[in-house]
C-alpha cells in the first residue's frame, strides 16, 4: 500500500497573523536558480513584471533592470519576506512538475499570496482565486501578478487571511504530516 505524504510547512513563534509593516508591492520569488526558473523569470520580465529574487548564483542567470537580486533567506526572515510582498511566485522544478514543492505550503501558511503553476496537486490542496493562485503560461502568470498587485490592501490581507486559515484547518503542518504518517504505520502494523 502507498500513500502521498505530501510537504508541509512548519510553524514557528512569529506571529504571522501581525499587520505587515511595510507591504512591497512586487513579486516575489524565494528559490535557487535553475535553466528552467531563470527562462520563466526572463520571460516574466518580458512581459513588464519587475521581480526580487532571494537565492544563491541568480546574478549567472538573470540580468535584467527590473529584476533585483537578493541573498537567501531562511527562518523568520523567510516568513517575513514572503509575507512583505504582494505576490509570492512559486516556480516548481522539473522534478516536481504537476505536483507540489515546500513554498507550495510554506507561503500560505506564512501568510502570502501565492501564484504557481496550475498542477493537480495545487488544486487539491487549495482552492484557486481564494487561497492561492494558479497558471498555466506566462501570459497567465503576468495577467495574475497584475491583478493582485492593483487590489487595495484590504482585499489583499483577506487572501492572505484564507491561505493562512486553509493550511491551519487542513492540517498542512510538519506535526500534523507526522501524525497521519504514524497512524498509517499504526494501522498497516495491526492488519
Not at 508541509?8 to 528559490?31: D, M, S, W
Not at 531563470?38 to 519587475?50: M, P, S, V, Y
Amino acid at each position: 500500500e502507498t500513500i502521498l505524504l505530501p510537504f508541509a510547512y512548519e510553524p514557528v513563534h512569529l506571529q504571522t497573523n501581525l499587520p505587515i509593516e511595510r507591504e512591497v508591492k512586487k513579486v516575489c520569488f524565494i528559490g535557487n536558480p535553475d535553466r528552467q526558473r531563470a527562462d520563466f523569470i526572463r520571460a516574466l520580465t518580458k512581459e513588464g513584471i519587475a521581480l526580487d529574487i532571494y537565492g544563491n548564483n541568480w546574478h549567472k542567470f538573470i540580468r535584467s533592470s527590473i529584476v533585483q537580486v537578493f541573498k537567501p533567506v531562511y527562518g523568520d526572515l523567510l516568513i517575513s519576506t514572503i509575507k512583505k510582498y504582494r505576490v509570492q511566485l512559486n516556480l516548481l522544478r522539473m522534478h516536481n512538475e504537476d505536483s507540489h514543492n515546500m513554498r507550495s505550503f510554506e507561503v500560505p501558511g506564512y501568510g502570502g499570496i501565492m501564484i504557481a503553476p496550475k498542477t493537480a496537486e495545487h488544486a487539491r490542496f487549495f482552492r484557486d482565486r481564494k487561497e492561492a493562485f494558479w497558471f498555466d503560461s506566462v501570459k497567465e502568470c503576468s495577467e495574475l501578478a497584475r491583478q493582485l498587485l492593483s487590489i487595495p490592501a484590504d482585499q489583499a490581507d483577506k487572501i492572505r487571511l484564507e491561505a493562512e486559515n486553509a493550511c491551519i484547518e487542513k492540517g498542512y503542518t510538519y506535526r500534523q504530516r507526522a501524525q497521519f504518517a504514524a497512524k498509517v504505520i499504526e494501522n498497516l502494523w495491526r492488519q
